[in-house]
Each structure stands twice: as C-alpha cells, then as structure tokens.
C-alpha cells in the first residue's frame, strides 16, 4: 500500500508453511529501497494469510483468512476475517468473521470495495480443488 510518500508492505511471518504465522508491516521511504520499522499486527496463534490493507480517513481495515477457530487446520479449515487498525498499525477492535457462505476453507488473495459492494476474490478449498472465486456482498 502506498500513501503519503509511504509505502507499506503487510506480510506473514511464519517457520514453516500451514503453521502459526504471524501479521506484520514494513515501511520504506524511499519507494523500497530500504524498509525499516517491523511491527506485528497479529501474533502467531494461527496461520494467518494476509489479503488486503485498505485505508479509510482515520485507520486501515486489514483482510486475512486464517485457521484461528481451527488451529492447525490451516487452508483446509480457514475463514475470512477483518481488523480496524488504528494509523500506527496496532488493532484498535476485536477481529471480525465474514460470512462468505462457504463450507470448506477459504485462502483469502485479495478485497476491492466499490459503489457499496464488497468484492472477494479466494481459493476454495486450496489444497484440493483450489477452485479461485470473486464473490460481492453488498455493503448496504
């Protein structure tokens, strides 16, 4: 994400692949060259896949998928989640579920939002049929 001469780079930290992960932010000055600043926004209670970092006026709303009701089920067990961060990248709410009314699990890749429509695009199932959906809900 790049704003105000700032770009912002949000990540998963992890030892090994489908294990807990943590969320975490860079920042670079100098359009990338060098980075500086590493915060953790999440802690690594679950494997959590970053999506999408969207700013608002005040804050940052980050999208994510995640095992955390399901630990170590990681992409086979995973949902959909969103966070308020306040503008130092520290969660200023409880994380929120997102209902996309699937029923295996969900590897989140991306979330555009527009006209009041709330577009998602994932994997289904990752690891089996890997079937990639963009699915809208509406925001009103």
């Excluded at 992960?21 to 209670?45: H, Y």
């Excluded at 009041?116 to 199932?125: H, T, V």
Aim: glycine share 4%.
């Amino acid at each position: 994400m790049y704003e105000n001469g700032i770009l912002y780079y949000v990540f998963e930290k992890e030892m090994y692949d489908k294990g807990p992960s943590s969320l975490n932010v860079i920042s670079s000055a100098d359009g990338g060259f060098t980075w500086s600043g590493e915060k953790e926004i999440l802690p690594a209670d679950a494997d959590h896949e970053p999506a999408a970092c969207l700013p608002d006026k005040s804050s940052y709303t980050l999208y994510y998928s995640s095992d955390s009701q399901n630990p170590g089920k990681s992409y086979a067990s995973a949902s959909v989640y969103k966070i308020k961060l306040d503008r130092e990248f520290t969660p200023s709410a409880s994380a929120v579920p997102i209902d996309l009314q699937e029923k295996q699990g969900i590897l989140l890749y991306d979330v555009s939002i527009k006209n009041k429509e709330s577009y998602f695009l994932y994997s289904q199932n990752y690891l089996t049929d890997n079937r990639l959906i963009l699915k809208s809900i509406s925001s009103s």
